[in-house]
Each structure stands twice: as C-alpha cells, then as structure tokens.
C-alpha cells in the first residue's frame, strides 16, 4: 500500500498545538532600565573617581540610595523576566556596596594626655535665617571656635552685641551678602588673618590654644550647580591646597563643603591627611542637608576636618530651626 492511500485511509493529520509564548512584560522591564541608567552612570564617574559633569555630582551626593533603586531594579528585572537586566542589578548594588564604605583611615589616638580640650561649632545660617537659633546654641552648648556660614548683615549685627562680644572676643567676619557672608568667632586669640579668595567668603586664622597653634578654615566653596561647576572644583581644590600646605601645624577645615566623600574632588582634600571627624566616630554617612528630609534622608555636606594632632571624641548634629543645614558640633583633643 502507497503511503498516500495510507494518509487517505488515516485522515487528515491533526495540526501541531501551538508553541505557548512567553509573555512579555516591557513595564517593568522599562522601570528597571530607567533606574539602572540613572544610578550606573554616577557609579561610573565615582569608580573612575571622577565627579563628571551635571547630573553626576548632585547624583553622587546620595549614593547610598542607589541601593533602593538597585533593589527596585533587580524586582523589575526579575518581574521582566530579563536576564541581562537582572545582572546589571547586582553589579549596581555590588558596586554601591562597595562605595558606601567610608573613606579613609580610621581612628588613631595619640600616646599620652591631650593639651586641652576644644569644641568646634560649624553652622550654615541659610542666608541668616537661622541667627537666633545660633546664638541660642552658642548659649547652651558654648562652644570654643565656631564656624558659621551664609551670615548676613543681621548676622554679623548680632554677633557683635555685647553678650557675644563677651563670650568671643577674637572674631574675623567676612561679607555681609546673604550667602556670601562669613564668621569666624574663638575663645583664643587669633592671628595670621587669611581668606581663600573664592565666590563666597573663606577667611582662616591662627587660633593660641595654650601653647599649640591651630589653624581655623572657614568652608563654603559654591555649590555644584550647572553654572558654578568650574567654581566648585576650584574653591574645593584651593581648600586642598591650604590643608596640603599646612605643614606641623594642627588644623581645623570646618563649614558646608557642598561636598560628600562620593564626590572626588572632596576626596582629595582628605587625600592630604585631613579626616573627617564624623566618619572617625562613626557617623559617615549622616546626612546634614537637607534639613526638612535628614536625618533619614539626605547627604551629609557640612563637615569638620582635622589634620593629626587633633582627635575627635564626640560629635553631635544639632537641627537649628530656619536653616536647611543641621549643625556639627564635635569636641576634639588637642595632642
């Protein structure tokens, strides 16, 4: 029998059940593209440790949340059902693991007792906003140096009434424009008066404590907005330099940096020696701007350098109402 008499005898054979395809899901697979796009880049820049131009540095400002959106990724990735973009999601928060380490050397005490105890205040007022809060805490917690930024013309007023003139007598005020202003007020006679030459005032000068100088910088270089990015870099760059050039002496870089460890350009500051007195006490990653979001979110930009010689041994963020800046205040041992 021919094998065509055979199918005729069969019939028509039944026609092959159709191959189920696997649905396709682009919502989700389009999420975790978008979020893996805007946290790889920034990642980029920090791994070539680079700031990069905008968006990157105002990215890098808050890394650390690069693990939520890394998580929020991987899900979609995993929703989608794409293999590739579940990869790239681990590699975002493999490498955002391994930057949210804190940078540079940990703590070291000195042998022997230190030669005096010192209270830094550093204190961004936003535009003068948060002067009475400053006093108040000048009052309560009577610090020995302070540190105050964007100290306008009230500001500086106030500073010089009688009761403050009192408790500090050695000041250097600088500016009387609302963010352009800055003070710098001790307990200790000062000398050597300095100001870097930048966009908003950074004055320094020799603080006697005891029998020890030590050097006080006033910090506020511009913020990196798209039109003062060069500035940024520079002033940040001309404040390595005065840490660079410090020689023996103790030295003290306190104000509003504008400036996280994420970012490059502070890193090289801390290149020189300096540290930061939060992440030696463990508090690296506390954010101090903004005010209305920190502490559970935000970036910590207002920090307390101390070259060697000068060990923290307490730090407190203190939240000054009318100001979008918390204050630090950390207490050092001079050694």
Known sequence: ??????????????????????????VPAWCAVVLLLLTSAPLAARAADVDGPPPLPQLLAF???FLVAGWLALVAAVLARRLLLVGWSMAVLAATGWFVQPYGPGRETPPGQPLAEVRV???????GNATDALLEALRRERPHLVSVQECDSRCAAALSQPDVVAAYPHRVIAGRE?????????????SDEREIPASLSMPSALARVGDVDVRVQVAHPMPPMPDSMTAWRAELASLRKVAAARGDTRTVIAGDFNASADHAAFRRLLDTGMRDSARLLGHSRTPTWPAATAPPLGAQIDHVLVSPGLVPRHVSFLDLPGTDHRALLVDLAVH
Do not use: D, K
């Open 121 to 127: 205040l550093t204190a961004n007022l936003e535009f």
């Open 178 to 190: 609302p963010a352009e202003g800055s003070a710098l007020l001790s307990v200790y006679p000062l």
């Open 63 to 65: 890394l650390p949340w």
């Open 1 to 26: 029998m021919h094998t065509e008499e055979i199918r005729q005898q069969r019939g028509p054979e039944p026609a092959p059940a159709p191959q189920r395809r696997r649905a396709r899901r682009p």
